[in-house]
């Protein structure tokens, strides 16, 4: 192997690198409190990853096809019991919360999403299917 490591030492644990063959550059790099900290005055490339555009394509393709049918079907006994336990006050619904087995966090986003969309089954779902898009990202 020609290729020259790059040594590295964080307390006890002591790592190798292999490094790519070096390249003389102009850069000067500025070490602070431990850390490399780049030049300011470098230039911002504006191509963006490639894993980036298809996490969106991803995330795009999720939405559309969750929102495709969200107020078509019919509501179903969980839903139907999340909307009457939000027909209630919002102190109502925390002391509600306090006997059930579900955070309230969910409830209040719903009463709040209801009030909003009104009470169809689009408004019922928003919340959730607004979750599940969430999860694409992670």
């Not at 390249?23 to 900290?37: A, D, H, Y």
């Not at 969309?117 to 919340?127: A, H, K, Q, S």
């Amino acid at each position: 192997m020609n290729a020259p490591y790059l040594q590295a030492e964080s307390g006890a644990a002591r790592r190798s690198f292999l490094h790519a063959p070096l390249v003389q550059t102009n850069v000067t790099l500025t070490v602070r409190s431990g850390t490399i900290e780049p030049p300011d005055d470098r230039k911002q490339t504006s191509e963006a990853n490639p894993g980036s555009w298809s996490l969106l394509a991803i995330v795009l393709l999720g939405a559309t096809l969750r929102f495709l049918y969200l107020g078509r079907l019919s509501v179903w006994i969980d839903e139907g019991l999340s909307w009457l336990v939000v027909q209630t006050s919002f102190g109502e619904l925390t002391r509600l919360c306090w006997t059930d087995t579900h955070p309230p966090l969910y409830y209040y986003l719903l009463k709040i999403s209801l009030w909003l969309l009104l009470d169809t089954e689009f408004g019922i779902r928003v919340v959730s299917v607004l979750c599940s898009i969430a999860t694409l990202v992670v």
